[in-house]
């Protein structure tokens, strides 16, 4: 079916099918890739900010994004936390706009697929003398596979943009909570 499918197809609908194909691949691409690297961070800054928390360091672990930042700075105050946590979201939320285009555009492109489809088989179907459910309808179900390809892109795309978005949400929340507890010790040691 498929095949037979793909060999009536037009050069627009396979440009359509590729389009979209390389859409899911970009987005299964920057799915995987992001999450990882979210899921990393989130589970050493999880760590660093339990042992703020329970007193067992007085300072973030050197494996922290923010240590980084502390060490080439040698300073600690507000600003500079808040920066190197908005650089840190920056950088791990690369792709995000990607995937928000994807899941926007794909069914647009689905749709245009359609669309071209159905005009080829309105077009193949003027040259027959009679017509009837049975030659339109397998016709135009063919022409739908376009618009059902890029409902299910854009549907993928839209979950790793939420699921990623999310992610990079936990990240800051974790960051701002040991900022605040880095900012918190450094007074309380200038004022003993």
Do not use: C
């Amino acid at each position: 079916m498929i095949s037979d499918y793909l060999s009536q197809s037009s050069a627009i609908t396979w440009m359509v099918l590729l389009t979209l194909s390389g859409y899911f691949i970009a987005t299964v691409w920057i799915f995987v890739y992001r999450y990882m690297i979210l899921k990393s961070r989130i589970q050493i800054e999880n760590d660093s900010l339990r042992n703020l928390y329970t007193k067992r360091a007085k300072s973030v672990s050197k494996n922290s994004i923010l240590s980084g930042y502390l060490r080439r700075l040698n300073s600690l105050s507000p600003e500079l936390l808040k920066a190197a946590i908005t650089d840190t979201i920056r950088s791990s939320t690369k792709g995000l706009t990607t995937l928000s285009i994807f899941a926007s555009t794909a069914p647009f492109v689905g749709l245009f697929g359609t669309v071209v489809g159905i005009l080829e088989s309105f077009a193949r179907l003027s040259n027959q003398k009679s017509v009837s459910l049975g030659v339109v309808a397998p016709a135009i179900s063919e022409a739908l596979v376009a618009t059902a390809v890029g409902i299910f892109v854009a549907i993928f795309a839209y979950s790793a943009h939420l699921i990623l978005k999310r992610m990079a949400y936990e990240l800051n929340s974790i960051l701002e909570s040991e900022a605040d507890i880095l900012i918190m010790l450094n007074d309380n040691s200038k004022k003993a």
